[in-house]
Each structure stands twice: as C-alpha cells, then as structure tokens.
C-alpha cells in the first residue's frame, strides 16, 4: 500500500507567483522500499507525472495545490 511521500518543496523563479516544484519520492508501507510507475497527479491543473524505477518524481504546483498518488495494486494517497 501507499502511505506518504518524502518530498521536498521549494521556490523556483518563475513568472507564475506561488509556482513551486515538488519532488521526492514514493514508498510502500510495508517495506518502505521505492513504490515504481505510481501516478501523481495536480488536481487542480490536472498535469501529472509518474515515479522512476527508484519512486523519484518531479513536478510543479502551485502552493496549495492537492496531489494524488495512485497506482495498480496501492491504495491511493492525497496531500496538500
């Protein structure tokens, strides 16, 4: 199952205010090992992106904005 993600958030100039770029990376609970292939999604803009072999992921937000993270066989997490 899904639990969390490690992310950091931090500023990136830019001509948008509050555009922010979220990375980090997602796990299983029950190992904690890298969660591959798991959609993240801006539900606002609805722009998303999918984890590395390693769970690495990337992706802009606005602050604020809610991500989801789902995959085949996790259960579904959301964070704001």
Do not use: M
Not at 8 to 14: F, G, I, Y
Not at 15 to 43: E, M, W
Not at 52 to 69: I, S
């Amino acid at each position: 199952l899904l639990v969390g993600v490690r992310h950091q958030t931090h500023a990136q100039a830019s001509p948008v205010a509050g555009l922010v770029q979220v990375q980090g990376f997602t796990l299983r609970k029950d190992s904690l090992t890298p969660a591959p292939y798991v959609t993240v999604t801006n539900l606002r803009s609805r722009f998303g992106t999918i984890s590395a072999d390693n769970g690495y992921f990337t992706l802009q937000a606005q602050r604020g904005d809610t991500l989801e993270f789902s995959a085949v066989n996790l259960q579904p997490a959301v964070f704001v």
